[in-house]
């Protein structure tokens, strides 16, 4: 018996892609898909060719987070053309196919495994740096499928988006360990929802009201966002579950063996970016978030 052909192709397509970047979580809601578009947005935004892949087929929010909802898909003679934001920014999501946006995609494993064979086969990408792949939650036939597929190309690794709460950090140990068991190296966790910095928002609003005056507050943000700083808002009331350094993250990081990336806070401005479709980046909206994520980039 021969290679598989569908393999071989995936294999050719992959071939000009550089790195394959899986972003998991073990639950739904805790920020996700808003990092994976974030983190598509960072990379372009430091000249990379970036390819984002949405692979949550019953519930795809990356065209909402990327602006370009009512998009459709275009095919050339070399495949699927992913839509683009920005020349080196390309997008693929089964939300570009539905005929609405309320439309249920209510399909069993095995179809869903076959869109995501197509979009591996079919999708042209072109030369590439980075191919982000925005899983839905959990592990279940979509993650199976993307790391069967990619098996001959490798996957570089993983990120595990999380929020501070037990709930979601147990789950995550799940995600760890499905990353061991199928051989795909776990980059890191980030734990977002990380707090609110109140005394970062009142310190924009008595320095920044009125004057016009720019103020980079990148290190201070990052120092609200360390271990045990008095400034962060304990949402959550984690550390009352945890020990005096609260971090839950952290802390499972240091049991399970993987990096911990860094803590993203509460930012009413990510949100209302990633429900506007736009980069965090750009114009200092997300004064609170952008510096925090960009650290993580940083550290991968
Ligand atoms: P998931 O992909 O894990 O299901 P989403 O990325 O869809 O989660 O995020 C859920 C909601 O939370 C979205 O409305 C998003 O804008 C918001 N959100 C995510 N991270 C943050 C944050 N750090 N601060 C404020 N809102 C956030």
């Not at 199928?182 to 970062?200: D, F, H, T």
């Not at 579950?241 to 803590?263: R, Y």
Request: one cysteine or more; charged letters at 20%.
């Amino acid at each position: 018996k021969g290679p598989d052909p569908d393999l071989v192709a995936i294999a050719e397509r992959m071939a000009t892609v550089k790195h394959k970047i899986l972003v998991l979580s073990g639950k739904g809601g805790v920020g996700k898909s808003t990092f994976s578009a974030q983190l598509s947005y960072a990379l372009a935004a430091m000249d990379f060719q970036v390819g984002l892949l949405d692979i949550d087929i019953c519930g795809p929010s990356i065209p909402k987070m990327l602006g370009l909802e009512g998009q459709d898909i275009h095919q050339s003679n070399l495949g699927w053309s992913p839509v683009y934001v920005e020349s080196n920014l390309g997008v693929m999501s089964i939300g570009f196919m539905l005929p609405n946006p309320d439309e249920a995609v209510i399909w069993r494993g095995p179809r869903k495994n076959g869109l995501i064979k197509q979009f591996l086969k079919d999708v042209y990408w072109g030369d590439i740096d980075f191919l982000v792949v925005d899983a839905p939650p959990g592990t279940s036939d979509e993650h199976i499928s993307i790391v069967q597929f990619l098996q001959a190309t490798g996957i570089d690794g993983a990120i595990i988006v999380t929020t501070p709460q037990q709930v979601s950090l147990i789950d995550v140990r799940k995600e760890v360990n499905f990353c061991k068991k199928v051989g795909v190296p776990v980059l890191g966790v980030v734990e977002n929802m990380s707090g609110l910095c109140q005394s970062l928002v009142d310190f924009r609003f008595i320095r920044g009201t009125g004057t016009g005056e720019q103020i980079d507050v990148t290190e201070k943000v990052l120092e609200c966002m360390r271990e045990k700083a008095p400034e962060l808002l304990d949402l959550f009331a984690i550390s009352e579950v945890f020990d005096s350094s609260g971090g839950g993250a952290a802390k499972m990081c240091t049991e399970m063996d993987v990096p911990f990336l860094g803590k993203v806070p509460l930012d009413p401005q990510l949100c209302k970016a990633a429900e506007e479709g736009r980069s965090c980046f750009v114009d200092q909206k997300c004064w609170v978030s952008a510096p925090a994520l960009k650290s993580i980039v940083k550290n991968l």
